[in-house]
């Protein structure tokens, strides 16, 4: 029976694991497995969502019909690359709201990752349909039986961003909006580059899909989220899910994103109001500054902003000045700018929808 445990962020929060069936992880195909036998079957292959339900309403407020903005609405959030949900003043902010908050931590990542897994290892990001759909049907599933269908907004970070983007364009007619935070809609070495490198990388992963992928990452952007992010989340992020150093590029997964990449360049065609949070700018992480606080060092802003005029045809696009990669954990600033214009987007949607 599928039971909802307390999670490590503590109160108010808590966890649910799915079992997604036998873990075709290729570093196990190759491995001694040493286990009596049961080889691959006997590894685990998880998933799990974490909630934050929002306060009921006191007496006196029912009796004076309060009523919040996001009463009916429900919140599902994915997080990037070499990442886990974490991120609690993002899920008070839909809680206070009104709105029930859910976070998958994807296979393979953060709460999902088990010993001996190739962190964050994907062939395909249609893969991921599966925790996506374990987790809509929990969520339509424990919605109080009194409500009408509750309205659904997809939240993506980075390659969360990427893998909501693919889902939504293809299953119509089930998100009612999405907001993308920094979403990883193209490579950084542009579109050409992108379809320069693609033949390549395909054929390494057809004959060895965990042959590792050179990159250049020194830890700026952690240290970066450190210093000026905020102080009671940076300081309880677990090391082995967030690593100051993302986790190892295989060639597999590189040709998963870059298949990612490509569809979103031919254009995807949702049907849901979109909006894209970004930095203004671009820093090149060669070496520290404090430049690198104000700026993404992740991915190309400019890039990103034209791609995601490809994802559908009501698409508003928020350039943030001073913010990271993840904007809701830049300096307070830039921090509070992102959720106003979160706020000014997401309360006029759900208004045009009355």
Not at 55 to 84: C, I, K, M, N, Q
Not at 168 to 195: C, F, H, K, M, Y
Request: aromatic fraction near 10%; proline fraction near 6%; include cysteine.
């Amino acid at each position: 029976m599928i039971q909802w445990r307390p999670d490590v962020l503590g109160e108010g929060f808590e966890q649910l694991t799915f079992e997604l069936g036998a873990d075709d992880d290729p570093a196990f195909a190759r491995a001694d497995d040493g286990d009596g036998g049961e080889g691959r079957s006997a590894r685990p292959l998880v998933s799990t969502l974490v909630r934050s339900l929002p306060a009921p309403l006191s007496v006196w407020e029912r009796l004076t019909r309060r009523h919040r903005d996001f009463e009916d609405v429900d919140v599902l959030y994915v997080h990037g690359w070499s990442d886990y949900f974490f991120q609690t003043d993002l899920a008070s902010y839909w809680t206070s709201k009104g709105a029930r908050f859910f976070a998958l931590d994807l296979r393979r990542y953060g709460r999902s990752l088990r010993p001996g897994q190739t962190a964050g290892y994907i062939s395909s990001l249609e893969q991921y349909d599966a925790e996506i759909e374990f987790a809509l049907a929990e969520m339509r599933a424990s919605r109080p039986r009194s409500q009408e269908p509750r309205k659904l907004l997809l939240l993506g970070h980075s390659t969360g961003g990427l893998v909501l983007s693919l889902w939504a364009s293809r299953n119509p007619g089930i998100a009612d909006a999405l907001v993308l935070n920094s979403p990883w809609l193209e490579l950084q070495l542009s579109t050409r580059g992108r379809q320069m490198i693609a033949p390549i990388v395909n054929l390494g992963a057809k004959f060895s899909p965990l042959e590792g992928i050179p990159q250049l990452d020194y830890g700026f952007y952690m240290r970066a989220v450190r210093e000026v992010g905020p102080k009671d989340e940076v300081a309880g992020i677990n090391p082995e899910w967030k690593p100051e150093q993302s986790h190892p590029v295989h060639a597999g997964w590189l040709r998963a994103i870059l298949a990612g990449h490509d569809l979103v360049y031919r254009g995807l065609k949702i049907d849901a109001p979109i909006c894209v949070l970004l930095s203004c700018r671009t820093a090149l992480p060669s070496r520290w500054s404090e430049e690198l606080t104000r700026a993404d060092t992740v991915l190309d802003v400019d890039d990103i902003a034209r791609a995601a005029l490809r994802l559908g045809p009501s698409v508003t696009v928020e350039r943030i000045d001073g913010a990271l990669h993840d904007v809701f954990v830049s300096a307070e600033k830039p921090r509070s700018d992102a959720y106003a214009r979160l706020d000014r987007f997401s309360r006029g949607w759900r208004r045009a929808l009355d």
